[in-house]
């Protein structure tokens, strides 16, 4: 049997690109009353029992809406959103055992997990299942592509070609 966090990541691809989800909210309320025990006995239930618990819930939130947020159809213009949203798009649509950290895209260089390109990886039978799920694809791809063709934009049409990629795939 799969333990609960890797059932969770499969539904999590399962569901069709551009899917927007969030964790299941039992997982989440766990997680928060755990946290919530964890740092009262840490801090023997004073005022930075309080703060920690906050400042975790804030952070957890933050996580939850940046995730949101990059399955969306938005593009980011620049800087460090934009490199998360290619970061975890290409986890999705083209191998699920790459690009794994999402919040600092550079850890994946550390573990190995960062390929040169795209290209270099295989296309997934998840990353496959993802795809022909996905019911905006056509409406995905013109998005991307649209974003591509509006200037300098490698990361974004690398993106693209995963999505096309997959989609042809998953038509096969
Ligand atoms: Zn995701
Ligand atoms: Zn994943």
Same mark, same amino acid.
């Given at each position: 049997?799969?333990?609960?966090?890797?059932?969770?990541?499969?539904?999590?691809?399962? #569901?069709?690109? %551009?899917?927007? +989800?969030?964790?299941?909210?039992?997982?989440?309320?766990?997680?928060?009353?755990?946290?919530?025990?964890?740092?009262?006995?840490?801090?023997?239930?004073?005022?930075?029992?309080?703060?920690?618990?906050?400042?975790?819930?804030?952070?957890?939130?933050?996580?939850? @809406?940046?995730?949101?947020?990059?399955? #969306?159809?938005?593009?980011?213009?620049?800087?460090?959103?934009?490199?998360?949203?290619?970061?975890?798009?290409?986890?999705?649509?083209?191998?699920?055992?790459? @690009?794994? +950290? %999402?919040?600092?895209?550079?850890?994946?260089?550390?573990?190995? #997990?960062?390929?040169?390109?795209?290209? +270099?990886?295989?296309?997934?039978?998840?990353?496959?299942?993802?795809?022909?799920?996905?019911?905006?694809?056509?409406?995905?791809?013109?998005?991307?592509?649209?974003?591509?063709?509006?200037?300098?934009?490698?990361?974004?049409?690398?993106?693209?070609?995963?999505?096309?990629?997959?989609?042809?795939?998953?038509?096969?």
């Amino acid at each position: 049997m799969d333990w609960l966090g890797k059932t969770i990541h499969r539904q999590h691809h399962e #569901t069709p690109y %551009f899917h927007i +989800s969030l964790d299941p909210p039992g997982l989440i309320l766990s997680v928060m009353a755990a946290a919530a025990l964890l740092f009262g006995l840490l801090f023997q239930w004073g005022a930075l029992s309080l703060t920690a618990t906050a400042a975790y819930y804030s952070a957890g939130l933050l996580y939850e @809406w940046l995730h949101y947020v990059v399955h #969306t159809h938005w593009v980011p213009p620049q800087g460090w959103l934009r490199s998360v949203r290619r970061h975890h798009m290409l986890h999705h649509c083209r191998n699920e055992d790459y @690009w794994l +950290s %999402f919040t600092a895209p550079a850890v994946d260089a550390w573990f190995g #997990t960062l390929p040169s390109s795209a290209s +270099s990886v295989p296309l997934t039978a998840m990353a496959r299942k993802g795809h022909s799920a996905t019911a905006s694809g056509s409406s995905s791809r013109a998005g991307l592509a649209s974003v591509a063709a509006a200037g300098d934009a490698r990361d974004v049409r690398e993106e693209a070609v995963a999505v096309t990629a997959g989609a042809a795939a998953a038509r096969r």
